[in-house]
């Protein structure tokens, strides 16, 4: 069982940036495809960004292409989410999630493990 700890959320003024963390358990993150969700109060959970397991693949909600960067490192275990220009609109609880594959998705019941989730506030 892959166990996925997010980190780095927080309050920040519109415009400016964050830097997401998740630490994720186990011995082969290397081949688990990554991705990172949202989930506003009364809102679905959204798909934000996924990086393959290899890295050499990345695709993005459109709502925050050129703005948020995924990215991971296989050897601390550790995927990223970089946000900048942040906007009062990205205000939503952050998931990280794993899949038992190297191809990434941007399908919620495509994920087989799932972070608790760390507030992200965007004020206007």
């Known amino acids: 069982q892959v166990q996925l700890v997010e980190s780095g959320g927080g309050l920040v003024q519109a415009g400016g940036s964050l830097r997401l963390s998740c630490a994720a358990s186990?011995?082969?993150?290397?081949?688990?495809?990554m991705g990172w969700f949202r989930q506003a109060p009364g809102k679905e959970r959204e798909f934000v960004a996924g990086?393959?397991?290899?890295?050499?693949?990345?695709y993005y909600a459109d709502s925050v292409k050129g703005r948020f960067t995924i990215s991971r490192d296989n050897a601390k275990n550790t995927v990223y989410l970089q946000m900048n220009s942040l906007k009062p609109e990205d205000t939503a609880v952050y998931f990280c999630?794993?899949?038992?594959?190297?191809?990434?998705?941007?399908?919620?019941?495509?994920?087989?493990?799932w972070g608790q989730g760390t507030q992200v506030t965007v004020s206007s």
């Open positions: 186990g011995r082969t993150f290397s081949t688990y495809a």
């Open positions: 999630a794993a899949r038992r594959s190297l191809l990434l998705t941007t399908t919620r019941n495509e994920y087989d493990y």
């Open positions: 990086i393959s397991g290899s890295a050499r693949s990345t």
